[in-house]
């Protein structure tokens, strides 16, 4: 069986020891002196309010940025190992290809419906669309904004958004950097490594540079099949690369183009086995080979008029992927291959108001096409790799989205303390739904296709009261929205879906929020907070049909009861405040939520929700904590200590989606730590990640998820890489 999570008070005690006896000796090895020095927080400016760079701190917004620091003192390479210290943040993996596509969760808000889009937007440098599992590499600012952005980032953006931002090049000095990284991994199949670098290249000084960054990855599996006896099944090799350039036409205007590529390669899903010992699974094959190959253009302008600042920015996304994956738990052979191909091209262009005067406001237009093709193909096969498998199922197909939309925000400040904002977003969407359902190449009749589309108008209203100049209050209403859709496939005979059930309507999120943001004892604190309430409508989700039929019971999407949140969300940063070169961040998330009516939504469904009962995988409680030490160790040469850990609060699967059956999932905690030295422009970085070898379940399937008996029963998850030791070697060239 997998291993249970250790007790909080073991780790939490574990890691103070071991921070706490690091610093103990930074502290007899810092030079006299060094004590009465002081610093102040480093300010992070952002680019996610979409009116130029401003310091998050600034912003009445729960928001939570990283710059490139920050993304260092946490080892960040990967989505999870920043987003568990956002207050209130969860992450799921659905256990995909390779490392799996990680799913964020803000505010307990997850996705509760297999066939729609995401509650969390994510952005690469103003694209909504740019691969699965994506690594950060040369990136200058991820900022996490929780509640609905529907006002300037539109659909999808229902729960928060997730902006990144790549570096830029810089015309005016040369700069290079380089990486090294080798890791290990308990029970893996040989050393992993990561090779990165950036090259800027001022070519005409002040007025032209391009810039070059990327990384190659080539990370070994440590997950054991234990049918066939192989070891390490799910390796994964991934290159991404970026190449942008920017120029300075004159001194109002510049031109950013970017190229991000990226190729990757797994052997096999990241899934294991609960019922056996560790990480291991009981599979038919280790074939399970994934592809991903993304292109991603952005063309962006900015203009200064004096009187305002004119954007725009555009991109173009294309997306090759394939899977194959085999399964025999329903007592046959099964091969399955799934094909993607995705195309998107988005344009926005936005006016903002220049100057500080008391009106300050900012409109635009925006729109986005994407075609996203996605099917899966089963077939019956005698045995692995065989070429005269019969083709069962095929299911999936193209979807073509439309949005257009015209936004607008304007800021009145009524005094020197009191300004009240307005907002609005007027949009217009259609999808146009090309998806099959064929069982042996027949379609049996089954409404598989159809357009659907609406238009809308929702808005934005904010009260900021600036207490003095380190304490800001603010009051939100603000909502968010997402598409509906299409189930891929209906019918009374044959699953017992009605055709009433043929589509699914959007749904909508009001979220209520009371915020305050300060900056004390010199500015060596921050203190942010928020509470809040959310009304999410029509809430699509999943629903399995226990009616009679032919292939017995089915799923489908449709609109659920609404559902009601609240919750607190606090953030704590500190710098020097505690002692000379410590650097302390803490969070702390409450969440609680019900929904609002009972959702036996036709007589049959297996499921059935009752008035009171909560979201599936909406933890109640969610803290982190990242500490560390720096100090002087000799002339030259500079030490760090760093010590992070974050916890979830237990779960279950149980929901609207039957298919997960209800299913209890432990809670999870998980402590890193690293220490280092630097000296001129090299450093040498030492790290444990999951220090106490834990396996959270990020993602559980029941037995009835896998065709097993025990729908109640966990029988499959996915969870993060095992205890691993790394060493990090970086080294920096030129104006850093």
Request: hydrophobic letters at 40%; aromatic letters at 12%.
């Amino acid at each position: 069986m997998y291993k249970k999570p250790i007790d909080l008070h073991a780790i939490l005690i574990s890691s103070a020891t071991l921070f706490l006896a690091a610093s103990t000796i930074a502290v007899q090895a810092q030079e006299p002196g060094n004590n009465d020095e002081s610093t102040v927080l480093e300010e992070i400016v952002v680019t996610a309010s979409k009116r130029g760079a401003t310091s998050a701190q600034d912003l009445s917004l729960s928001i939570t940025a990283f710059d490139a620091n920050k993304l260092e003192r946490l080892n960040a390479v990967d989505f999870d190992e920043f987003i568990v210290q956002v207050p209130g943040t969860n992450f799921i993996n659905d256990g995909g290809p390779g490392r799996g596509n990680e799913v964020a969760s803000i505010r307990g808000l997850s996705t509760v419906a297999d066939n729609t889009v995401g509650v969390v937007a994510q952005y690469l440098d103003g694209a909504p669309h740019f691969g699965n599992s994506y690594r950060l590499f040369d990136i200058s600012e991820v900022s996490v904004l929780r509640g609905p952005q529907g006002t300037l980032w539109g659909s999808q953006a229902i729960g928060g958004l997730i902006s990144y931002r790549s570096n830029r090049p810089d015309p005016s000095a040369f700069e290079a950097m380089a990486q090294a990284d080798l890791y290990s991994s308990k029970n893996d199949d040989g050393l992993s490594y990561r090779a990165s670098g950036m090259l800027n290249l001022p070519l005409v000084t002040d007025t032209f540079a391009l810039r070059f960054a990327g990384h190659h990855i080539d990370e070994t599996g440590y997950i054991e099949n234990i049918r066939t006896g192989t070891s390490g099944i799910n390796n994964v090799e991934e290159s991404a690369w970026r190449i942008s350039g920017l120029l300075h036409v004159n001194d109002r205007v510049s031109i950013t183009a970017i190229y991000h590529g990226n190729d990757l390669e797994a052997d096999a899903p990241t899934y294991i086995d609960l019922a056996l010992d560790g990480r291991q699974v009981d599979q038919p094959s280790d074939f399970g080979r994934a592809f991903q190959k993304y292109d991603l253009f952005n063309f962006i302008v900015d203009v200064d008029l004096d009187w305002a600042t004119l954007n725009y920015t555009g991109s173009r996304y294309s997306n090759d992927g394939s899977w194959r994956d085999y399964n025999d738990s329903a007592g046959f052979l099964e091969r399955i291959d799934t094909v993607v191909d995705e195309k998107a091209t988005t344009h926005e262009l936005r006016l903002a108001s220049s100057g500080s005067g008391r009106l300050q406001w900012l409109v635009g237009v925006y729109s986005d096409d994407y075609d996203d093709f996605n099917q899966s193909t089963s077939f019956v096969a005698a045995e692995v790799g065989d070429p005269n498998a019969v083709e069962s199922l095929r299911q999936g197909g193209l979807r073509t989205f439309e949005e257009t939309a015209v936004f607008g925000e304007m800021t009145i400040a009524l005094s020197d303390r009191w300004s009240v904002l307005l907002g609005g977003r007027w949009f217009d969407w259609e999808l146009d739904n090309q998806e099959v359902f064929l069982i042996g190449g027949s379609d049996f009749g089954f409404v598989t296709n159809g357009v659907a589309g609406d238009d809308d108008f929702f808005y934005k209203l904010q009260v900021d009261y600036a207490v003095n100049d380190d304490v800001l209050v603010y009051a939100t209403r603000s909502e968010g929205f997402r598409f509906g859709g299409f189930n891929t496939f209906v019918g009374e005979e044959l699953f017992g879906i009605s055709e009433q059930f043929f589509e699914f309507g959007p749904d909508t999120l009001v979220n209520y929020e009371l915020g305050a943001k300060s900056r004390l004892a010199d500015n060596r604190v921050t203190l942010n907070g928020a509470v809040y309430y959310l009304d999410w409508q029509e809430m699509q989700a999943v629903v399995q049909s226990n009616m009679a039929g032919a292939f017995g019971q089915g799923f489908f999407t449709t609109n659920a009861p609404d559902l009601e949140a609240y919750g607190l969300e606090l953030e704590l940063v500190t710098q020097d405040f505690f002692a000379p070169g410590l650097y302390a961040a803490a969070s702390f998330a409450w969440t609680d939520n019900e929904f609002q009516d009972d959702a036996q939504l036709f007589p049959g469904t297996r499921v059935t929700i009752r008035e009171g009962d909560s979201l599936r995988r909406t933890p109640k409680y969610t803290w982190s904590l990242d500490l560390g030490y720096e100090f002087q160790l000799s002339n030259g040469l500079d030490a760090f200590v760093r010590a992070n850990y974050w916890h979830k609060d237990s779960t279950s699967t149980f929901g609207f989606d039957g298919n997960d059956g209800n299913v209890d999932v432990p809670a999870q905690d998980v402590v890193n730590f690293s220490t280092g030295v630097r000296w001129d422009e090299f450093e040498v970085k030492l790290y444990v990640d999951n220090l106490t070898d834990e396996i959270p379940l990020l993602n559980v399937f029941s037995g009835n998820a896998a065709g097993l008996p025990g729908a109640d029963e966990a029988v499959r998850a996915n969870s993060i890489r095992s205890r691993t030791y790394g060493v990090q070697m970086t080294a920096w060239f030129g104006g850093l």
